[in-house]
């Protein structure tokens, strides 16, 4: 096992804390981490990509998982397959396409693990359908507080506490999913443009669900008339009996050009204050919603570019600037459409440099005691961290989104306050009483869980 003391930061390259960093090579070194943490505890991590503060743990130890990835063999007659915590969405689904089955949940980055997707309880753009991706295990592995390795099952407290609990009850080890069959490695893709917020929403409950997975562009910076004006793309599993000359007419690999992951400045460093401006996202806003097609069905497209066409960009972080990008993650329910049109307008009024905006609707709550996704509309941007009053302008969305009865994604905030979080997330007080019970010296800790008193 490799151990060094290394500064972390979240995706999004804010508040950088210290810690030393355990790189086991199986449970039982992992364990002996737990079992030898020190008075700051520790916090399990994967591959870096929750935008905030959910894996450092300053002054304390962080148990690196990515080295745990070993992938079982899939169990036709069941629809399952074993694997490690730290197995890449990316990598599953590389190995389970070919074999003709698709991982149970995919959200719109392929480079986050197995444990982070049950810690985070990752919501898909087929939520409506499928829930998160917690609610798609069958069993878990979890080390616990004492060392011990415990299998834990769907319908169980602690299985509900470790599902979007943020590593906060224990490390996922591994988990056994349920599996989705699909004859192709092709989605069949609509796309269609909407002036504004209204005809978006329209859009998206005209077709029902069937076209299972749907999400769109938002347009933050459009004002007037135009508020909210967005890019709705929705899909479903192409069969094998479509017609190959429609094939033939579209691109079916994934765009070349930069690496994955590459940064889109190489070799240049984040700079002061990015380049992200008002009046250069709103030009990037309005190419990309002009670019887009009014109205276009049947467009056949990898598997892999639907799901996760940003993870064959560059990486775009530099352009946030020297202190980063927040990313923010709201949900509120159906009948409260108003505070979302009340957000979206308070963010263009602001011009806000918003050029990554993603609306979804979500389905039935999932059980976990602080999953994320419930009945209603998401919407999650990113933005500059170094923006002036920032955080201001989203303590007081904060406060409308409550009063409104939604909440934040906490796996993806790096700067709410803790009073705020318990207005949200009614069953906090029962998480922390079952966190108490597992574990009353806090063996898990993280910045996040510190700074929110989770």
């Known amino acids: 096992m490799s151990v060094d003391t290394v500064s972390?930061?979240?995706?999004?390259?804010?508040?950088?804390?210290?810690?030393?960093?355990?790189?086991?090579?199986?449970?039982?070194?992992?364990?002996?981490?737990?079992?030898?943490?020190?008075?700051?505890?520790?916090?399990?991590?994967?591959l870096?990509?929750?935008?905030?503060?959910?894996a450092q743990n300053a002054g304390?130890?962080?148990?690196?998982?990515?080295?745990?990835?070993?992938i079982g063999g899939v169990d036709a007659a069941a629809g399952v397959v074993r694997c490690d915590a730290g197995v890449s969405l990316e990598r599953l689904l590389g190995v389970l396409l070919p074999l003709g089955w698709l991982p149970p949940v995919l959200p719109g980055t392929g480079r986050v693990t197995v444990g982070g997707a049950i810690a985070s309880d990752l919501p898909g753009p087929d939520h409506r359908l499928a829930g998160s991706f917690a609610r798609q295990v069958s069993a878990l592995e979890l080390l616990t507080a004492d060392g011990e390795v415990r299998t834990v099952l769907p319908g169980t407290a602690l299985f509900d506490a470790t599902a979007g609990g943020l590593g906060l009850t224990g490390?996922?080890?591994?988990?056994?999913?349920?599996?989705?069959?699909?004859g192709t490695g092709l989605m069949s893709v609509s796309t269609e443009r909407a002036g504004d917020l209204d005809d978006l929403l329209a859009r998206f409950t005209a077709g029902g669900d069937r076209l299972p997975y749907a999400s769109a562009w938002v347009d933050l910076t459009a004002r007037g008339r135009a508020?909210?004006?967005?890019?709705?793309?929705?899909?479903?599993?192409?069969?094998?009996?479509m017609r190959p000359a429609h094939a033939g007419r579209t691109r079916l690999s994934q765009r070349s050009g930069a690496a994955p992951g590459r940064s889109l400045l190489p070799g240049l460093p984040p700079l002061p204050g990015g380049l992200l401006g008002p009046a250069a996202a709103a030009l990037c806003n309005e190419v990309r919603y002009r670019g887009s097609p009014r109205a276009r069905t049947g467009e056949l497209r990898p598997v892999s570019a639907f799901f996760h066409s940003s993870d064959?960009?560059?990486?775009?972080?530099?352009?946030?600037?020297?202190?980063?990008?927040?990313?923010?993650?709201?949900?509120?329910?159906y009948g409260q459409e108003e505070t979302l049109h009340r957000v979206v307008r308070r963010i263009a009024a602001r011009r806000s440099p918003a050029v990554r905006a993603v609306l979804q609707r979500f389905g039935?709550?999932?059980?976990?005691?602080?999953?994320?996704?419930?009945?209603?509309?998401?919407l999650e941007l990113d933005l500059p961290a170094a923006l002036p009053g920032l955080g201001r302008f989203l303590d007081g969305v904060d406060e409308e989104v409550a009063a409104a009865g939604g909440r934040v994604c906490l796996a993806q905030d790096s700067r709410m306050r803790p009073e705020t979080v318990a207005a949200m997330y009614p069953r906090l007080a029962e998480f922390r009483e079952l966190r108490a019970c597992h574990d009353p010296a806090g063996a898990f800790r993280s910045d996040l869980s510190r700074r929110l008193g989770l």
């Open 364 to 378: 039935a709550a999932d059980p976990g005691l602080l999953s994320f996704a419930a009945p209603g509309w998401s």
């Open 48 to 54: 870096g990509r929750s935008p905030g503060d959910a």
């Open 227 to 241: 508020t909210g004006r967005g890019i709705l793309t929705r899909g479903e599993h192409a069969t094998p009996d």
């Open 60 to 70: 304390g130890s962080v148990l690196d998982l990515s080295g745990l990835a070993r």
């Open 8 to 46: 972390l930061t979240g995706w999004g390259r804010t508040a950088p804390t210290t810690a030393v960093r355990f790189r086991p090579r199986g449970h039982e070194e992992a364990a002996a981490v737990v079992r030898g943490r020190g008075p700051r505890g520790v916090i399990a991590r994967g």
């Open 171 to 182: 490390v996922v080890l591994g988990a056994t999913l349920r599996l989705r069959r699909v």
């Open 312 to 333: 064959a960009l560059p990486d775009v972080r530099p352009l946030y600037g020297r202190g980063g990008l927040v990313r923010y993650r709201f949900t509120v329910g």
